[in-house]
């Protein structure tokens, strides 16, 4: 890598996203039971054609954006991804290069989520699931922050490749 490596640390290790069978239930088992807040939400009608698809964002004090995040979406995996956070955005683009040369399905191109304002690709891993590769999360202070709600999962980018589809 051309940077520092991974943030990791107080961070943790990265994300991830799970597909929930009983949406509502599982977000208020994560809050209510294990502790999570709520960081923000996603309702996009867009991406899909006909689908609605619903996720919710939990972080804890470690101020990652979200540790967890779960969904209402038709996935084939309960484990939708994992992501990992490089600290220099040159890695992001020098990791997408390394796996098109490396022949790995893509899920999509790079892009931004508006959220937590990351800028990352999906690449899916040998097990099924995706793995996004990102730069540029925000941090959370709880004493400042506000739960908003958004209407697109990406703001630009995050285009279907090779014929795969993330979501
Ligand atoms: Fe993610």
Same mark, same amino acid.
Not at 67 to 96: C, R, W
Not at 97 to 122: L, Q, T, W
């Given at each position: 890598?051309? #940077?520092? #490596?991974?943030?990791?640390?107080?961070?943790?290790?990265?994300?991830?996203?799970?597909?929930?069978?009983?949406?509502?239930?599982?977000?208020?088992?994560?809050?209510?039971?294990?502790?999570?807040?709520?960081?923000?939400? *996603?309702?996009?009608?867009? &991406?899909?054609?006909?689908?609605?698809?619903?996720?919710?964002?939990?972080?804890?004090? &470690?101020?990652?954006?979200?540790?967890?995040?779960?969904?209402?979406?038709?996935?084939?995996?309960?484990?939708?991804?994992?992501?990992?956070?490089?600290?220099?955005?040159?890695?992001? #683009?020098?990791?997408?290069?390394?796996? *098109?040369?490396?022949?790995?399905?893509?899920?999509?191109?790079?892009?931004?989520?508006?959220?937590?304002?990351?800028?990352?690709?999906?690449?899916?891993?040998?097990?099924?699931?995706?793995?996004?590769? #990102?730069?540029?999360?925000?941090?959370?202070?709880?004493?400042? $922050?506000?739960?908003?709600?958004?209407?697109?999962?990406?703001? $630009?980018?995050?285009?279907?490749?090779?014929?795969?589809?993330?979501?």
């Amino acid at each position: 890598m051309v #940077g520092n #490596g991974f943030i990791t640390g107080r961070q943790g290790m990265g994300h991830v996203l799970t597909i929930a069978k009983d949406y509502q239930k599982t977000v208020d088992f994560y809050t209510d039971v294990l502790g999570f807040r709520i960081s923000d939400y *996603i309702r996009d009608s867009e &991406t899909l054609p006909g689908v609605e698809l619903d996720a919710t964002f939990l972080h804890t004090h &470690t101020g990652r954006h979200h540790s967890l995040a779960t969904a209402h979406i038709p996935a084939p995996k309960k484990m939708h991804h994992f992501m990992v956070e490089a600290q220099d955005l040159n890695d992001v #683009g020098q990791a997408y290069d390394r796996c *098109i040369e490396a022949g790995y399905d893509m899920f999509s191109g790079i892009g931004h989520h508006p959220n937590d304002k990351v800028i990352s690709f999906y690449v899916q891993s040998p097990s099924g699931f995706g793995l996004e590769f #990102g730069h540029g999360s925000v941090v959370i202070d709880d004493d400042t $922050w506000e739960v908003k709600n958004y209407q697109q999962m990406s703001d $630009w980018g995050h285009k279907p490749q090779s014929g795969k589809q993330l979501l």
